[in-house]
């Protein structure tokens, strides 16, 4: 398969597209055909390896996962013997690991089935901006009706989603950016 390899920090251009071995999954996993991958702060922060104090987490002197991308849609194309809600030839979207590359793998808890309306570019970048901006909302905020919401950053990946998922917990929501 082609990926996305990166073996030392710095900027986009240290990674390669290469061929390289498709991944395994364990019994947990799916293997999904990535239709669409979306870019994070994550992914850069690992791609670079700064801020510096990420690379316990992500490698001390070179890239631990030599794949970036998190946020995937695409189709299943295998599942292992312990995935009972997915098979192969449903789409999803979610978050795995590796998933600049044909293939990424997923735990079958972080992925759903996809709606009939998103394209698969769309639904890739839901996962990590609109998980974050729903859980800052209903689980630390606890936002109800009525209440006032700012949105400092609403025009960012978190903050449009924030905008949106706020309005329709019926908050009166006004948003910021630069």
Do not use: C
Not at 33 to 49: I, M
Request: without cysteine; hydrophobic residues 45%.
């Amino acid at each position: 398969m082609k990926a996305l390899v990166q073996d030392r920090y710095g900027l986009p251009g240290v990674m390669e597209l290469r061929d390289i071995d498709s991944p395994t999954i364990n019994d947990d996993e799916v293997l999904v055909r990535v239709h669409a991958a979306a870019v994070n702060p994550p992914d850069w922060a690992a791609t670079t390896g700064t801020p510096y104090l990420v690379r316990p987490a992500f490698g001390s002197r070179k890239p631990r996962i030599r794949i970036r991308g998190t946020d995937v849609a695409g189709i299943v194309e295998a599942v292992g013997p312990a995935v009972a809600g997915l098979r192969a030839g449903d789409a999803v979207f979610g978050t795995g690991v590796g998933t600049f590359a044909e293939y990424g793998v997923a735990k079958e808890r972080h992925l759903v089935p996809m709606p009939a309306n998103p394209t698969f570019e769309q639904a890739a970048a839901v996962p990590m901006a609109g998980l974050t901006a729903l859980k800052a909302l209903r689980d630390a905020a606890q936002v109800q009706a009525a209440q006032k919401v700012l949105v400092n950053g609403a025009g960012g990946g978190v903050g449009t989603f924030a905008v949106q998922i706020a309005k329709s917990m019926g908050a009166e929501v006004t948003g910021v950016g630069s």
